[in-house]
Every structure is written in structure tokens, then in C-alpha cells.
T-cell receptor, first 112, second 113 residues
Framework: DAGVIQSPRHEVTEMGQEVTLRCKPISGHNSLFWYRQTMMRGLELLIY????????DSGMPEDRFSAKMPNASFSTLKIQPSEPRDSAVYFCATVGRRYGYTFGSGTRLTVV | GNSVTQMEGPVTLSEEAFLTINCTYTATGYPSLFWYVQYPGEGLQLLLK?????DKGSNKGFEATYRKETTSFHLEKGSVQVSDSAVYFC????????????FGKGTTLSVSS
């Protein structure tokens, strides 16, 4: 298995633009988590899904952030409009019996 | 609520020195405990885990023992190498299946030769 796949690896965008981050979980992993990592705040859980259903989105900073999981093999995290303070590394992680809790390599987002 | 507290970094050591990174937790129920490692530019990788009290997790020379009486899960290694330089995260998973890991803020380890 290729593991958790995130795209793009790096994204540079201008303030106000829409940004979409993508995640492909490990096949058979039923839970998916989006985290944000910054120097100041460390790792923050934004939202997680069980069996494609959002369970807890209390970590989503504000209405500019939205996440979807239309099927078991794909999830997106969207920021619209983006702001410089959204600059961070965004990680997707999935958990299942086969490999336990597994992280993707992350998307480094820079908003200028 | 559930939370993890780990020692502030950075930790700077010479090669072959002994390493301890402290981690304590607050949790309801019986959580599982983890140490993750993050190398520069990469995602987090599971280093070791323990699922019940008195369990010892070990991997690559690193060890940590689940101590319920002191609510601790300290990471240790007897002799660090330059290649161990990374950020280390302590984490807990609440008892309920399918819930998110809760992470400490991370401790940066820098090992020089």
C-alpha cells in the first residue's frame, strides 16, 4: 500500500484565493483526520471523519475552512478565502486495523 | 478532558549521550499512549506505543513505559545518534475507538557528533 497520499506537497497562493488540499487514505482505513501544524500552536486537530461522516469539526478555525469526504478513498480540506495566518503544514492521517494510525507527508501551505 | 504535556525543547545532546523526554497525560478511562517522530520535511511516524498500564513500548533503541500511577510515558534512549535528531511527539488515544489522537506540543532533539 502506498500509505496516506496528500497533494499538493507545497502550495503558494495569494491572500483571498481558494485553496484545496487533498488526501487519499489507506484502503480499508475507516477514520480520517485533518491536522494543522504551526510553530506557535503545534499540532491541532481540525476535523475528523468516521466512515465518511464528519464526527467532530470543533477544531475548524472558522467558516473559511470546510472539509468533505465524499467517499472512502478521498477527502478535501478547502480554505476560502485564504489568509496569511493560514500558512502552515496540513496533515491528513487515517487509522485502521491494518496499519494503525498513519500520517501523510503533509501539504506546506504559504499564503502571501 | 484529555491532554498531553511534554517537556519544552530544544534538547541538545552529544552523540552517545542518554536521552529522556518527559511526557505526562490527563485522561479519562484507559487511553493508549504513543510516541511519534517527525524528521525534517516529513510527516509523523509512529515510534512506539503502549496500550495498557505497565506496558513497555520499544523501537530502534527507544523505550517508554506506561505508568498509570504517575500518568507518565517518558521516552528514553541509552545512546543517541546524530540520525535521531528530529521532533518527538507524545500522544494519547482515548479509550473509544475511532477518536483522534491528542498530541503534546513536541520536543525538538538535536544531536551533534
Amino acid at each position: 500500500d502506498a500509505g496516506v497520499i496528500q497533494s499538493p506537497r507545497h502550495e503558494v497562493t495569494e491572500m483571498g484565493q481558494e485553496v484545496t488540499l487533498r488526501c487519499k487514505p489507506i484502503s480499508g482505513h475507516n477514520s480520517l483526520f485533518w491536522y494543522r501544524q504551526t510553530m506557535m500552536r503545534g499540532l491541532e486537530l481540525l476535523i475528523y471523519f468516521n466512515n465518511n461522516v464528519p464526527i467532530d469539526d470543533s477544531g475548524m478555525p472558522e467558516d473559511r475552512f470546510s472539509a468533505k469526504m465524499p467517499n472512502a478513498s478521498f477527502s478535501t480540506l478547502k480554505i476560502q478565502p485564504s489568509e496569511p495566518r493560514d500558512s502552515a503544514v496540513y496533515f491528513c492521517a487515517t487509522v485502521g486495523r491494518r496499519y494503525g494510525y498513519t500520517f501523510g507527508s503533509g501539504t506546506r501551505l504559504t499564503v502571501v | 478532558g484529555n491532554s498531553v504535556t511534554q517537556m519544552e525543547g530544544p534538547v541538545t545532546l552529544s552523540e552517545e549521550a542518554f536521552l529522556t523526554i518527559n511526557c505526562t497525560y490527563t485522561a479519562t478511562g484507559y487511553p493508549s499512549l504513543f510516541w511519534y517522530v517527525q524528521y525534517p520535511g516529513e510527516g509523523l511516524q509512529l515510534l512506539l506505543k503502549a496500550t495498557k498500564a505497565d506496558d513497555k513500548g520499544s523501537n530502534k533503541g527507544f523505550e517508554a513505559t506506561y505508568r498509570k500511577e504517575t500518568t507518565s510515558f517518558h521516552l528514553e534512549k541509552g545512546s543517541v545518534q546524530v540520525s535521531d535528531s528530529a521532533v518527538y511527539f507524545c500522544a494519547l488515544s482515548p479509550y473509544q475507538a475511532g477518536t483522534a489522537l491528542i498530541f503534546g506540543k513536541g520536543t525538538t532533539l538535536s544531536v551533534s557528533s
